[in-house]
């Protein structure tokens, strides 16, 4: 009785090992490959599981901050609009520079923004002043001071030219100097600056007659005023064209 009583409490382990002791050799090495692709399976499911849960949180995490940025980009735009409403020089600028509407249509008129003038028949002008102009095409010319208004910030493109001759009193002249600036003036700075300057003259004993041409691209600030001032040769003008685009 008490060999049969300890025989039937042996561990589970100790009668496993004692039937693998019993296999012949191509058995345990088919029984050990088998446990092999066995921990192989099981390692295979743990990684599996391991990179779902990886990706669960990667997903979560970019979720989760794409909602704080769209919640941010709505209250940034909501809070720039009513920063536009409650600025009063800004609309009447825009009211002025461009009539109100909608606001895609006045987004494109200041994409497309131009502005040409021509000189008026002001040639018996001492020299040191403005330059009197017509417009041609644009609505941002300020007769009062002579000037284009600048309607937002950005880079535009300022050029002027000039068409001079002598007239019969500045034959005998050997050279008649012409001094030229183009200034810009802004109401809320209460300043002028000199943004480009050009110096000529022309021999009119000889030639009698020169053009002059300037361009360059400025960074100008909104409420701007671009103006020419005449230095020297007021009277060579014959005629003149100024003129301004955003790029």
Same mark, same amino acid.
């Given at each position: 009785?008490?060999?049969?009583?300890?025989?039937?409490?042996?561990?589970?382990?100790?009668?496993?090992?004692?039937?693998?002791?019993?296999?012949?050799?191509?058995?345990?090495?088919?029984?050990?490959?088998?446990?092999? #692709?066995?921990?192989?399976?099981? $390692?295979?499911?743990?990684?599996? !599981?391991? /990179?779902?849960?990886? *990706?669960? +949180?990667?997903?979560?995490?970019?979720?989760?901050?794409?909602?704080?940025?769209?919640?941010?980009?709505?209250?940034?735009?909501?809070?720039?609009?009513?920063?536009?409403?409650?600025?009063?020089?800004?609309?009447?600028?825009?009211?002025?520079?461009?009539?109100?509407?909608?606001?895609?249509?006045?987004?494109?008129?200041?994409?497309?923004?131009?502005?040409?003038?021509?000189?008026?028949?002001?040639?018996?002008?001492?020299?040191?002043?403005?330059?009197?102009?017509?417009?041609?095409?644009?609505?941002?010319?300020?007769?009062?001071? #002579?000037?284009?208004?600048?309607? $937002?910030?950005?880079?535009?493109? !300022?050029? /002027?030219?000039?068409? *001079?001759? +002598?007239?019969?009193?500045?034959?005998?002249?050997?050279?008649?100097?012409?001094?030229?600036?183009?200034?810009?003036?802004?109401?809320?700075?209460?300043?002028?600056?000199?943004?480009?300057?050009?110096?000529?003259?022309?021999?009119?004993?000889?030639?009698?007659?020169?053009?002059?041409?300037?361009?360059?691209?400025?960074?100008?600030?909104?409420?701007?005023?671009?103006?020419?001032?005449?230095?020297?040769?007021?009277?060579?003008?014959?005629?003149?064209?100024?003129?301004?685009?955003?790029?």
């Amino acid at each position: 009785m008490g060999q049969k009583l300890i025989g039937h409490t042996l561990p589970a382990e100790a009668a496993h090992v004692d039937a693998m002791m019993d296999l012949g050799p191509d058995e345990f090495v088919l029984v050990l490959i088998k446990h092999c #692709r066995d921990m192989k399976q099981q $390692e295979t499911c743990l990684r599996l !599981i391991s /990179l779902l849960l990886l *990706l669960s +949180c990667v997903a979560l995490f970019i979720f989760s901050f794409g909602a704080d940025l769209w919640k941010s980009e709505n209250s940034g735009s909501r809070g720039q609009g009513s920063a536009v409403e409650q600025s009063p020089a800004s609309s009447q600028l825009q009211e002025r520079v461009f009539p109100a509407d909608d606001p895609q249509t006045n987004f494109q008129r200041l994409q497309d923004f131009k502005i040409h003038l021509r000189s008026q028949s002001e040639y018996n002008k001492p020299d040191g002043h403005y330059i009197k102009w017509d417009k041609v095409f644009g609505e941002t010319y300020n007769e009062e001071k #002579r000037a284009i208004m600048i309607p $937002e910030n950005g880079f535009y493109f !300022i050029y /002027l030219r000039f068409a *001079l001759g +002598c007239h019969d009193e500045d034959k005998a002249a050997n050279f008649t100097r012409f001094y030229v600036e183009l200034r810009n003036s802004n109401e809320g700075y209460n300043t002028t600056i000199r943004l480009l300057e050009a110096s000529d003259g022309i021999a009119c004993t000889s030639i009698g007659f020169r053009s002059v041409f300037l361009g360059q691209l400025f960074d100008l600030s909104k409420g701007d005023n671009v103006s020419v001032w005449i230095g020297k040769g007021y009277k060579l003008i014959n005629k003149a064209s100024f003129g301004a685009f955003l790029v």
